[in-house]
Structure formats: structure tokens, C-alpha cells
């Protein structure tokens, strides 16, 4: 093995991969920035439930159409929060996933 080098990693340079995963992680750490102060909304019902949550998986609002509250099918609106807030969330964990990969070339749980 060549001084300083490691076999397989193209000019063995340790300094230089090194420069590289930290000019990486800082991508990440913007990526991860970006992607906290986006929002993603869902809805369901027909779009009488309208959820969005940050990406901080917080949810930020819930509107309800008048319309969905029938006081003899409660359940039925339950459902429709479930759906809503859940597809909302799905949504930003798949962009969230999507771009970390994108950043990090498949490597996105190793920073």
C-alpha cells in the first residue's frame, strides 16, 4: 500500500476523501435545514379534511369542512384526519428520504 494511501480509493489521498465526507456532511446538514422549513399538505374525504405538517413532522394546521361533521358518524371523520394527517406526513418523509440520498449518493444514514 502507498504511503498515506488506501488500496481501492482512487489516489489513495486519506486528506482528500476526508475533505470530501466533510464537504458531504455539511451538504446534509443544509439538505436537512431545507428540508425542516418545507411543508406538505393532504387531503382526504373529497378534500373536506385538509391536514399540513412541516417538516419537522409537526402538524402545523387541520381544517375541516363543516360539511364532514356528522355527529352520528364521528368515526367516519376520525378516518378522514387519520388519512389526511398520514398522507401529509408520508409526503414529507419520502421527499425527506429522496433528497438525503440525493445529497449523499445512497449514503445518507453513514452522517
Do not use: C, W
Not at 29 to 53: F, I, K, N, P
Not at 54 to 83: C, F, H, N, W, Y
Request: hydrophobic share 40%; proline share 4%.
Amino acid at each position: 500500500m502507498a504511503r498515506g494511501g488506501f488500496p481501492g480509493i482512487p489516489g489513495g489521498n486519506m486528506q482528500q476523501l476526508m475533505r470530501q465526507a466533510q464537504k458531504m456532511q455539511q451538504q446534509m446538514v443544509a439538505m436537512q435545514e431545507e428540508l425542516d422549513a418545507r411543508t406538505y399538505e393532504a387531503t382526504s374525504g373529497g378534500g373536506m379534511v385538509h391536514a399540513t405538517v412541516s417538516g419537522k413532522r409537526e402538524l402545523t394546521e387541520l381544517t375541516i369542512d363543516p360539511q364532514a361533521v356528522d355527529p352520528d358518524d364521528v368515526e367516519l371523520l376520525q378516518d378522514m384526519i387519520l388519512a389526511a394527517v398520514n398522507e401529509a406526513l408520508r409526503a414529507g418523509e419520502e421527499t425527506r428520504e429522496r433528497e438525503m440520498n440525493r445529497v449523499s449518493g445512497g449514503m445518507g444514514g453513514m452522517f
